[in-house]
């Protein structure tokens, strides 16, 4: 099976800092604990929010929150929904990473890598 190619998806994780995944449907989604983003359409992206256990009062803040952002509300059921918005937009795109509980890719300095580079290469004779 060929992997999905969602453009606005894939460019989207990459300016946010966030890890991509290809669901059981095969469609590139940006997962997180309470939910994941995905293309609603061309230009688009949805955030669904599924929380594992029902949150009634979790969606329903979040739907409250999403809508004054200026999200178009999809899907409103009792614990979960779905809301739509513009990737462009850079307010919505912290509330969607927000609401979905995603957590962005860590970014290390270059002091860091030389430390842990300098750490692996002491380390390299030794048996764990």
Excluded at 90 to 101: L, N, P, S, V
């Amino acid at each position: 099976m060929k992997p999905p190619s969602d453009p606005v998806v894939q460019c989207f994780a990459q300016t946010n800092r966030l890890k991509t995944k290809i669901d059981t449907d095969g469609a590139l989604i940006i997962p997180g604990k309470l939910g994941h983003i995905y293309q609603y359409d061309e230009n688009r992206l949805g955030v669904m929010v599924m929380p594992a256990n029902s949150r009634v009062r979790y969606w329903n803040i979040t739907r409250r929150r999403l809508a004054k952002l200026g999200f178009s509300i999809v899907q409103s059921g009792d614990c979960e929904g779905a809301a739509v918005f513009s990737p462009s937009h850079q307010e919505q795109a912290r509330a969607a990473i927000r609401a979905a509980g995603i957590k962005r890719k860590r970014q290390l300095s270059p002091a860091q890598i030389n430390r842990q580079i300098s750490w692996l290469r002491a380390s390299a004779g030794r048996a764990l």
